[in-house]
């Protein structure tokens, strides 16, 4: 055999093996984030084929709660990548990773995670492909159901980090957008930050379009909520009867350092008549759980307490049930201040909801694992409530009311 022969095929058989490793990866990459990722395996629209009468009925009586029978879902999720635009806008959002896999692989890899859970695909139709996913859930429950859907703003200009292009953004007018393509199921929370260039004026704007939720991430936005320009914002959000969004707890900033707001930091808000609607973050700060004995001390000694409340957004994922979970239902005192918020679509990543997890832990009736992990293969947001629905305090039979899941006025 000649040495070309010899070149010509080795370079054939490389050739070869390179495509089937690479076919290889690919499809072990498929596998695995089919199984990290989303656990759908039907439909929506299935669900009164697919499910058996244990599931159906679970799912049903999930969603008969309050008097209008209305389901008030407190936090939803907007992912982008900036494709969707609406009439005279640009939809300037973004919420991937900057940098690809090679600078920041974990957050890479959860946001790809977290797609997958929402069936959206990286792609040109990845924005109508996560809306159409969401709307497609919300649609196919048996009754109806409202969702409110978050912007997020870039850092303040006054900010460390000036460069919005780093950090996740999604736009207030793409949110108010999406909402009037599905007004009966879908209603937007914008994102202001205080001492931004005309804010005032962006509020009133806003708020004359019917929006009555203005979400903060302190720590990501780089807001003092006890500064100046914070005390100013407070006076405009009371003086419009909005609500403001924010979390408490531990959270992390940028860079992933752990950073701490206190549940007191809202009391300038409550002073000055403001309505809070707080999101709890990690319950552990430097001397171990923290946030739920401050939240309820402030809940029990202030005079603004029924202007506070409490989403209950991530109370059913990792160790929260534990820190966060259980304390909530030993306190009924204070479901009136509570509020159901699914986290979606963070909710809906595979195994985020460990039913198995919170049978063992006594939170939910073993019985009831298999129905729900039907729900869940069909419909993660509508598996998300029913799970809420039917959690209750270990080795008792205390869970939450229908209050935490109606319609309310503060949130119509």
Known sequence: MSIRRIVFSWLLGSGLLAIGIMA????LWHVTLRHYGSGVTHAPESAPWVLNHRAQHLLNVAMASGKDKTIIDAAVHIRSHGQLSGPGFSNHSHTAPTGGIFKNPWAWWQYRRTASAAHAAPGPD???????????????????????????????????NKNSASVPVVTNRYVTWLASRAPNHLTPVVSLVPGATAVGQRLTHWI?????????????????????????FYNKLAKA???????????????GKPQWIRPGAIKPALAAGVSVELTLAGASGPNGQQLMPALFHLLATSKHAKHITIDLTGVLSNHAPRTLLKPLLA????????????NYPHSAVAGRIDVHQL???????????????AIDKVNPLAFSLVVMRNVHLPQTQLG????VFESKKSLE
């Open 24 to 27: 290889l990866l690919a499809c």
């Open 126 to 160: 990845f924005d109508g492909e996560y809306f159409s996913q969401l709307l497609r859930q919300i649609r196919a429950m048996p009754g109806d159901y409202r969702a409110r859907i978050l912007a997020r703003a870039p850092p303040g200009s006054s900010g460390p």
């Open 208 to 232: 004359k379009q019917g929006v009555k939720h203005i979400r903060w991430l302190p720590v990501r936005q780089h807001i003092n909520l006890a500064s100046p320009a914070a005390k100013m």
């Open 241 to 255: 009867h909005a609500k403001l969004m924010l979390p408490v707890g531990r959270v992390r900033d940028g860079k």
């Open 331 to 342: 306190h009924p005192q204070y479901y009136r201040n509570l509020q159901y918020a699914s």
């Open 359 to 373: 049978a063992a832990a006594g939170f939910i009736n073993p019985k009831l694992v298999t129905p729900l992990e």
């Open 400 to 403: 939450f009311p229908s209050s």
